[in-house]
Structures are given as C-alpha cells and as structure tokens.
C-alpha cells in the first residue's frame, strides 16, 4: 500500500466514522457553554440559551449524516440549499441573541479562529486528486485552500491572543480569506459536478458530500460569528472588555 492509499484509507475512515465532525460540533458546544458562563448569565438562563443552538445543530448535523449515504446531494439543486438555508437561518437567529452576543464578547476572539484548524482536512481533495479521483479544476483550489487556512488558523489566533488590537485586522483578513476560499470551493465543486468545466460530470460521493453539505454551511458561519465578534470587540474599549463579565456575573447574582 502507498502513502496515498494510506492517506485515502485514513481520510475515508475519518469521514465515515464522523469522527471530525463530532470534534467540531463538541467544541462549538463546549465554546458556547463557557461564553455564556464567563458571561456571568444565571444556569438556567446558560442553558436555554445553550439548547437554542445545541438541538437545532446537532439535528441538522444527523439529518445531513443521515442523507448522505443515500445519494440525495447529488441531484440538483440539493447541495446548494443544503449551504444556503443553514448559513441564511443560522447566521440571523445567531446574530439576533442578546445572549449569543454577551457569549461572544467574554470569549477571547482567538478562539473562533483557531477552532477552524480542523480546515487542514480538505487535504483529503487533494490526495483524491492524487489519486485521479477529482478533478484537478475543483480539487487543486478547494484542497490547497482549506489547508492553507487551516495551517494559518492557530499561527492568527495565537497572534490575536497576545496582541488583540494589533491582531484584529489580520484575523478579518483570515476571515475573508477562509470564506473566499469556501465560496471559489462552492462554484467549482457545482460546475464540477454538472461537467460544466468539462469531461464527465464527477459529483462527490460519501463521505466526502459532508463537507459541502455539512461543512462548508458551519465554516461560513463561524467566519460570520468571528467577524461579528471582532467587530463589536473593535467598538469597545478594554476596561469595557474587562468589566464586562463581571458586571454581567453581578447582575445575574
């Protein structure tokens, strides 16, 4: 067996088993848990707010790892609706919550950035490429793309940790690298799929189809949330930052 076979083996055993996903999903959740708790909210107020985003995500996360073994994101226009819808609900429900809001501004924002180190495993497109499996038109830019932002994700959030005025705009240039990259990954992957870039249409088979289907929707929305986050910790000065929690903490007391 050859190094790409076994980097094959490795990625399908990944994507079959969900193991990265559920590592993705359980660090949103714990993430969110401790926002809200250093946000000083009372338990019961920590944990509505917490089942407001829990449930609806880990219901969309097994109806989509339910759907993709059957073939149903291969007929158009299903993958299209299955990034749009998410990202389109998800970003205004979020965005709308005082409480999501509190969240955010007591976590650091380096931690919405280095969580997207997990971006590294689209080098699974590229060792399909390797192996003749994808397109080189879709592959090559998709794959070299979210290795890149993923390499760069830990190197930006530790930067943005240790200096965070100074590091606010390189991780909104993080940000807006991370979702051009998913939305040239979008339009070549659906003019891939339907032969539209020539040759015979190659439309992505499970368990690769997680992530655009599953994936790329909860990428763009942490991209969102981490801009959110940033622009309302550009607006606020650091004895607010600092005071904050704790009078958010004395006023649920």
Request: without cysteine; charged residues 10%; positive net charge.
């Amino acid at each position: 067996m050859t190094t790409l076979d076994t980097l094959a083996a490795f990625f399908d055993v990944v994507g079959r088993t969900g193991a990265l996903r559920i590592l993705i999903v359980a660090a949103v959740l714990f993430g969110l848990w401790r926002g809200l708790d250093y946000a000083g909210f009372a338990r019961s107020e920590r944990t509505r707010t917490w089942l407001f985003v829990a449930v609806p995500l880990l219901a969309w996360f097994a109806l989509v790892w339910t759907l993709a073994p059957t073939g149903v994101f291969r007929v158009f226009p299903v993958v299209p609706l299955a990034i749009v819808v998410p990202v389109a609900i998800g970003l205004v429900l979020l965005m709308r919550s005082h409480r999501i809001a509190a969240a955010l501004d007591a976590l650091p924002p380096s931690w919405l950035v280095g969580l997207q180190v997990y971006r590294v495993f689209g080098g699974a497109f590229l060792v399909q490429l390797a192996l003749g499996q994808l397109a080189p038109v879709f592959a090559l830019p998709a794959g070299t793309g979210d290795v890149l932002v993923g390499v760069l994700a830990l190197p930006v959030a530790f930067y943005l940790a240790r200096r965070e005025d100074g590091g606010r705009a390189i991780a909104v240039g993080w940000n807006v690298l991370g979702i051009l990259d998913l939305a040239v990954a979008i339009t070549l992957g659906f003019l891939a799929s339907t032969g539209r870039l020539g040759g015979a249409p190659r439309p992505l088979g499970y368990p690769l189809v997680m992530v655009p289907a599953f994936a790329v929707p909860l990428s763009v929305i942490l991209h969102g949330l981490s801009l959110w986050q940033l622009k309302r910790g550009a607006g606020r000065n650091p004895i607010a930052r600092d005071v904050g929690p704790a009078l958010a903490a004395g006023r649920a007391a």
